[in-house]
């Protein structure tokens, strides 16, 4: 009723056989998803820190910096200056969607039991939320 299959698997799941592909392990995936938020969260913390300079910023682009190279097996982060021939982009705007990102970084870095990658984005979220939160309640 069925033809026989006459040609090896292209999806090897047999112990011991060798591929041609790498393999990655959960830890090593989520080292890189964790590498990536922090590196998105640090961009977006330098465009803040060029709009609105501060001590803070300052500090948490340091600490941001010093954790996807910890990730990275020690190569720095790429950073970009803010160039000013695009539209400004919204403070506001920044504080979400820094937020976002850590809010991100934080359940990767939990899911890793990265403490250091962890408490490092808690704090980046209430920074971000106590930034937004005289605008908001302002404008209500």
């Known amino acids: 009723m069925y033809e026989p299959i006459r040609t090896k698997s ?24 964790l590498a990536g938020h922090l590196a998105a969260l640090l961009a977006v913390t330098d465009e803040l820190r060029a709009l609105q300079p501060s001590a803070d910023l300052d500090a948490a682009a340091e600490r941001l910096a010093e954790q996807v190279a910890r990730l990275r097996g020690g190569r720095s982060p790429a950073r970009a200056a803010v160039s000013g021939t695009r539209r400004e982009p919204s403070v506001p705007a920044l504080h979400r969607r820094a937020h976002t990102l850590a809010g991100r970084a934080l359940v990767v870095a939990a899911s890793r039991a990265d403490t250091a990658a962890a408490i490092l984005a808690a704090e980046r979220m209430d920074a971000h939320t106590a930034a937004l939160e005289p605008r908001e309640l302002a404008s209500r």
Request: no cysteine; proline share 4%; aromatic share 4%.
């Open 10 to 33: 292209v999806h090897s799941t047999m112990a011991g056989e060798s591929t041609d592909f790498p393999h990655r392990s959960r830890e090593e995936e989520l080292d890189i998803q």
